[in-house]
């Protein structure tokens, strides 16, 4: 490929492919051995993504002006990897979700102060690559790989003292512990740390490298919290690398290429703040969960607008823009203009969102319709979804901790006369059929935005058959038995099969109960104004549950039955909405 931002993102994308092959290698020995500890197989897998951190570290380095095949060394170390049979690998959240980037791990390292006097040790799945990202900006031999286990916010290692053992009688060196986060209890930085000072290493020897400025979460215990603060931190930081104070071509000058200007200037609109773009007052804004709010920008030209919202690195960066120039050949979504290494640069629609339009019922199921309707026909399912025994398990257990363990028995025993349906045709749902996420243009056009990433969301829904969306618009725009019949049809007719009406049935219950969870989950990072929206939306869903389970019988009116109304706990299940991460 020729020199250029798009070559560095191929080369990126390479590398993250390379991790995620490496990963599934020392997981499956992992499983077989249960223990970390060294073989032929893991020394060559990290030998080869230092080869490839190499190339983009040089490709950094160069500002992108290097053109060609990756280092000859590169392909030779990928022959050497056993791959007979069948591993099960992941795609790492931060790179698909949170505008993690390896370069960033790159520049902290450089920055840290550290040299090849290192132990460069990576937290298994992200942490093997970037790692290798350290190890390579530092001149450290090629990192060792550890996968902490058990209870999600009281990990530990099962790891052999041997992958160490040539650092130990060294008093002078150092040891960099690489993984994102930390998240809600950041145990696994804890666990690693733990072991390390276990084996006899002081903590003032141990060095952190973690994905953003902020400690561990709200679940995390005394110990973790302690070593967080004792140990030295290098952060891997987006701002610091993309965004400003960088020698380097900055986000700005990327997108200012992608749409052929010579310069833009950009507006962060994150966390929400993508609010003040669309509504007047903030008394009239939407909830926002900010945990799985995209990282956004609004860039500008003159009078000129574009939306820069990242969509993932690599493949999934790829994949999600082709379905952003599909939805809009199809007059579903923005206009494109292209896709510069993980975030997507589309069109700014300047209009009013739907819930703010004055639009009858009628006009909105007959959009949705043609909307779910093409999604139905062309979007076929690229990745596996919940099962419908998974939802139901969701649903169950958020009714439970919501709304009180009478109504999830009420709840499990109208899913026990549910007949499963005969065939599902999974397809990349749209999974955010909120009225705000639509925007209907000056010319007259609603347009659908944030359409491309909630069926492969970090939470457990997935792909599921196009009923999902139907019932989503159901409960959202509180459409009658009648209403929601004609949105059957009307995806029927353009799709040629059948909508299963029991399946829209079985997956109302599970929807209101996930946005139940998702909701109540957030209320955990809001304040002030924010933190009413977000218990409003609780409330809503916990309503809208409620209801539903009265309509079945054998449960007392609303006034009857007070217990339930009480306020949605805090410390809702981490299944609700989000992965064990």
């Known amino acids: 490929m020729p020199s250029g931002i798009g070559r560095h993102a191929a080369l990126v994308g390479l590398f993250i492919k390379a991790s995620e092959l490496v990963q599934g290698l020392a997981d499956a020995e992992f499983e077989t051995k249960g223990t970390d500890r060294n073989s032929p197989q893991r020394i060559a897998g990290a030998n080869l993504l230092v080869g490839l951190a190499r190339d983009v570290g040089r490709s950094w380095d160069a500002e992108y002006a290097i053109d060609g095949p990756v280092d000859a060394e590169v392909p030779r170390m990928l022959a050497e990897l056993d791959c007979d049979g069948e591993i099960l690998t ?3 959240e931060g790179y698909a979700h949170y505008a993690l980037y390896p370069e960033s791990y790159f520049v902290a390292a450089r920055q840290s102060g550290l040299d090849a006097n290192t132990c460069v040790i990576g937290i298994r799945s992200i942490g093997m690559g970037l790692a290798a990202m350290v190890a390579a900006a530092i001149g450290a031999p090629a990192p060792v790989s550890v996968r902490p286990t058990g209870h999600p916010f009281r990990r530990r290692l099962a790891a052999d003292p041997e992958l160490i053992s040539g650092w130990r009688t060294r008093p002078s060196a150092h040891f960099a512990v690489v993984d994102e986060g930390p998240g809600l209890s950041g145990s696994s930085f804890h666990a690693v740390v733990a072991w390390l000072q276990a084996l006899g290493i002081d903590a003032g020897r141990i060095h952190l490298f973690p994905s953003h ?3 561990p979460g709200p679940e995390a215990s005394a110990d973790s919290r302690e070593a967080w603060t004792v140990c030295q931190k290098h952060t891997a930081d987006f701002e610091r690398t993309f965004t400003a104070g960088s020698a380097l071509p900055a986000l700005r000058d990327w997108v200012a290429r992608t749409i052929g200007r010579t310069a833009v200037s950009l507006t962060e609109t994150s966390a929400g703040e993508w609010r003040r773009l669309h509504y007047g007052s903030q008394d009239h804004w939407p909830p926002v969960h900010r945990g799985f709010e995209r990282r956004k920008f609004l860039a500008s030209a003159g009078r000129e607008k574009w939306s820069v919202k990242f969509v993932g690195l690599g493949e999934i960066g790829m994949h999600k823009a082709e379905t952003a120039s599909r939805l809009h050949d199809a007059r579903f979504g923005p206009d494109v203009a292209g896709l510069c290494h993980g975030f997507l640069v589309e069109r700014w629609i300047d209009g009013t969102t739907l819930d703010r339009a004055r639009l009858s019922k009628e006009k909105v199921v007959a959009h949705l319709g043609h909307y779910l309707a093409w999604r139905a026909a062309n979007l076929p399912a690229s990745e596996p979804g919940a099962s419908l025994e998974a939802l139901a398990d969701i649903a169950l257990q958020n009714t439970s901790e919501g709304l009180g363990e009478s109504r999830a028995a009420e709840l499990r025993n109208w899913f026990s006369k549910q007949v499963p349906p005969k065939t599902m045709q ?4 749209d999974g955010r059929l909120h009225p705000w996420e639509f925007i209907l243009s000056r010319s007259g056009t609603l347009v659908k935005t944030d359409a ?4 492969r969301s970090h939470d457990l829904i997935g792909c599921q058959d196009i009923a999902w969306d139907i019932a989503g618009a159901r409960v959202e725009y509180s459409l009658s038995n009648a209403a929601t019949a004609a949105l059957c049809k009307a995806v029927e007719a353009t799709t040629s099969r059948p909508v299963d009406a029991d399946l829209v ?7 209101l109960a996930f946005q139940l969870g998702l909701w109540s989950m957030a209320q955990r990072s809001g304040d002030g104004r924010e933190q009413i929206r977000l218990a409003a939306a ?6 809208m549950l409620l209801r539903f389970l009265e309509s079945q019988g054998n449960l007392p009116p609303l006034d009857q039955d007070q217990s339930s109304r009480r306020s949605i706990s ?6 609700a909405a989000t992965s064990s991460r």
Not at 505 to 511: G, K, L, W
Request: charged fraction near 25%; charge should be positive.
């Open 90 to 92: 992941g795609t790492a």
């Open 505 to 511: 049935r079985y997956y109302e219950p599970c929807y």
């Open 426 to 429: 999974r397809v990349e749902i």
């Open 452 to 455: 491309l990433d909630h069926c």
């Open 570 to 575: 805090a410390s809702f299940s981490r299944m």
């Open 213 to 215: 400025l902020g400690g």
């Open 538 to 543: 609780a409330r809503r869903y916990a309503a």
